[in-house]
T-cell receptor, first 113, second 113 residues
Framework: TQLLEQSPQFLSIQEGENLTVYCNSS?????LQWYRQEPGEGPVLLVT?????EVKKLKRLTFQFGDARKDSSLHITAAQPGDTGLYLC?????????????FGTGTLLAVQP | NAGVMQNPRHLVRRRGQEARLRCSPM?????VYWYRQLPEEGLKFMVY????????ESGMPKERFSAEFPKEGPSILRIQQVVRGDSAAYFC???????????FGEGSRLTVL
C-alpha cells in the first residue's frame, strides 16, 4: 500500500516550460516535505509545509499544501536543465512519529535544453 | 560543517556474506534514520535510532538486519547472509531534534552478486 502517490511518474519537457507535480494521499499529514534527488546522491530538502493551504516559494518553485493536509503540489516556472532530477514528497502522518517520514513514489523530471 | 557521512559509497558482496554500512550524522545531530531505496521504488523507512537506543525499528526486516548507534562512533547498519534482494541504496539521515526535517547522506550502494 502506497500512502503517497505522485504524478506524473516521468516528465520530459523543454527548457522554459512550466510544470506541476502532484503528491496525493487519503491520509492526513502533520507536515509534508519536498526533496530533490540527483543520480548517485541523497535527497536534498527543498521545503517543509506545515499549515493547510500554505504556499511557499523558492525562486521558480512554488509549493502548496492542501487545505485538508492530504495533498501537495510543486510548480516549476520556466524550467531549466538544472532542475532535472527526482522529486520526492515525504510526509509525517498526523499522530505518528514525527520523523518517520513516508516517501512518495517520486517524479523523475528531465528538462531538455 | 560536514554533512551526513556514509561509507562505503559502494559495496559488493557475494551471497551469504555480511555487509556493514556506516553513518556519521551531522555535528550536533543525535537522531539517525536509515532508509532503503530499491530500484524503481521510493525510499522506505527502516529504523530510527538515538545514541545507544533503537527508537523505532518497524521497517527493519525481522531477520538478518540489525542497526546500532553506539555512544561513540558512527551508526552501523548490518546485514548478515546477504541475498540478491538486498541490493539497494541505503541512505542514512540525521536530525538535531525530534523534528520532521532530515538531512540525508549520499548513500551506500550495496550490490549482491
Amino acid at each position: 500500500t502506497q500512502l503517497l502517490e505522485q504524478s506524473p511518474q516521468f516528465l520530459s519537457i523543454q527548457e522554459g516550460e512550466n510544470l506541476t507535480v502532484y503528491c496525493n494521499s487519503s491520509s492526513v499529514f502533520s507536515s509534508l516535505q519536498w526533496y530533490r534527488q540527483e543520480p548517485g546522491e541523497g535527497p536534498v530538502l527543498l521545503v517543509t509545509v506545515v499549515t493547510g493551504g500554505e504556499v511557499k516559494k523558492l525562486k521558480r518553485l512554488t509549493f502548496q499544501f492542501g487545505d485538508a493536509r492530504k495533498d501537495s503540489s510543486l510548480h516549476i516556472t520556466a524550467a531549466q536543465p538544472g532542475d532535472t532530477g527526482l522529486y520526492l514528497c515525504a510526509g509525517s502522518l498526523l499522530g505518528g512519529a514525527t520523523n518517520k517520514l513516508i516517501f512518495g513514489t517520486g517524479t523523475l523530471l528531465a528538462v531538455q535544453p | 560543517n560536514a554533512g551526513v557521512m556514509q561509507n562505503p559509497r559502494h559495496l559488493v558482496r557475494r551471497r551469504g556474506q555480511e555487509a556493514r554500512l556506516r553513518c556519521s550524522p551531522m555535528k550536533g545531530h543525535s537522531h539517525v534514520y536509515w532508509y532503503r531505496q530499491l530500484p524503481e521504488e521510493g525510499l522506505k523507512f527502516m529504523v530510527y535510532l538515538q545514541k545507544e537506543n533503537i527508537i523505532d525499528e518497524s521497517g527493519m526486516p525481522k531477520e538478518r538486519f540489525s542497526a546500532e548507534f553506539p555512544k561513540e562512533g558512527p551508526s552501523i547498519l548490518r546485514i548478515q547472509q546477504v541475498v540478491r534482494g538486498d541490493s539497494a541504496a541505503y541512505f542514512c539521515a540525521s536530525s538535531p531534534i525530534h523534528s520532521g526535517e532530515l538531512f540525508f547522506g549520499e548513500g551506500s550502494r550495496l550490490t549482491v552478486l
